[in-house]
């Protein structure tokens, strides 16, 4: 089936991770996304080793980060400082919808490529920019990653770190990038609806600060309305509800239960687990005395549950009406029969036949997933494009001679 944005063609001058990933998104769901790289190296992402992990260690020829940020798209090496490089990006510029970067202002500005001087090109075009930390006030100049502006100054590892930890904590790859892009794919959306309707293009802005603050409004909202600067936190394994915990099981795994109601819950999750003595305790029953005797609740449940392994309960809880999970690793989720059920992870060949899965972006369509693809090589796609748009043979070597495309 075709996309919900096929026919939407986006120009993206993005790297690493934020920006890029709402390119992908807008791939995943059908647009021409032409990633522009510079010919000499192209997005530094395709330098960066996470965690030691490297391509050439991994069981296909692909890298996992790129594949994530990248997929779909089409790339062309082009030199924005080459004049031809330039008339080149102009020609892109005039047939797309969308303008999608997370450049600086200054090199926007430097390289002809903010905002009045595409809408001069294309004045029909949806300028979307992605930043650390917006468009105004004294850090707008200032470049930003997801560890810094979203999950430092945002307020995220703050309120996330328990109070007896002697350092905040840190955060796994992309934490706060891949939220990011996909609130500005949304954002673009809405842009391109509103010109339909209109006829009047947007510049839609999203930084990795605001997203943040969305994410923190909760305790924000609490720091603005109370005067605290964070949420009350229980102790580790002491909350204020018993049900409302994670347990560690025999074989040092954990389960979460979330029975926001304790007193609908109780009696049949206590008989459940075996536990039938503690459905009619008057020390647990009605909430008001569960809560009050929260010690006594968590010692019971802590003794029952580490009594078996993970797998012997989630055999037992599986018809369980409360809400529960376990604590799963990424290993754990490539296997949960939900998101399996649901295809959540796309298959995928990489160019020797290995099969390998991706994660689709969370948003489905008519219950629809998302064609395979693959992130492209640097610069794969560059004669393709050009003669696409009106370039010969002859043009083509003139320009990768002169050093304006790869």
Do not use: C
Request: aromatic share 8%; net charge negative.
């Amino acid at each position: 089936m075709p996309g919900p944005m096929e026919g939407v063609r986006v120009v993206e001058l993005a790297s690493w991770t934020f920006v890029p990933s709402a390119g992908a998104v807008f791939a995943d769901w059908g647009a021409d996304v032409i990633k522009i790289e510079d010919v000499r190296a192209g997005d530094p992402a395709r330098m960066l080793v996470i965690s030691g992990l490297r391509r050439e260690n991994a069981k296909v020829d692909r890298d996992f980060m790129l594949e994530i940020n990248n997929r779909g798209k089409r790339s062309i090496g082009i030199d924005l400082r080459n004049p031809a490089g330039r008339e080149i990006l102009a020609r892109l510029v005039a047939t797309a919808d969308v303008f999608l970067t997370n450049w600086l202002p200054d090199a926007r500005r430097r390289l002809g490529v903010d905002v009045e001087q595409i809408r001069a090109i294309n004045p029909a075009i949806i300028y979307a920019r992605g930043s650390g930390h917006g468009p105004a006030g004294p850090d707008a100049e200032k470049g930003g990653f997801d560890s810094a502006s979203y999950m430092a100054r945002g307020g995220v590892a703050y309120a996330l770190t328990p109070a007896d930890h002697d350092r905040p904590i840190d955060q796994t790859p992309a934490f706060g990038d891949l939220p990011g892009g996909m609130t500005l794919a949304g954002g673009i959306a809405a842009a391109l609806y509103k010109r339909l309707v209109t006829g009047e293009p947007s510049v839609v802005d999203v930084s990795l600060l605001s997203q943040a603050a969305w994410t923190m409004s909760p305790d924000i909202m609490a720091a603005e309305f109370f005067g605290v600067d964070r949420t009350a936190v229980s102790k580790p394994g002491q909350p204020v509800n018993p049900v409302v915990q994670k347990y560690r099981t025999s074989d040092g795994r954990w389960l979460q239960l979330v029975f926001l109601q304790p007193d609908r819950y109780w009696a049949d999750f206590t008989r459940r687990i075996g536990r039938a003595d503690l459905s009619g305790d008057p020390r647990f029953t009605p909430a008001a005395n569960l809560i009050a005797n929260s010690e006594a609740a968590i010692a019971e449940l802590t003794k029952t549950f580490g009594e078996h392994d993970h797998a012997y309960w989630a055999g037992i809880l599986d018809g369980e009406e409360g809400v529960w999970s376990l604590v799963a690793s990424p290993l754990d989720v490539l296997s949960d029969r939900q998101a399996l059920a649901n295809g959540y992870f796309v298959p995928n060949r990489d160019e020797a036949g290995v099969e390998y899965r991706l994660v689709s972006n969370p948003v489905r369509f008519d219950e629809t997933q998302p064609p395979p693809s693959r992130s492209p090589e640097h610069g794969e796609h560059t004669e393709q494009i050009l003669l696409e748009f009106g370039y010969d043979w002859g043009q083509i070597a003139a320009a990768k001679e002169s050093g304006a495309v790869l």
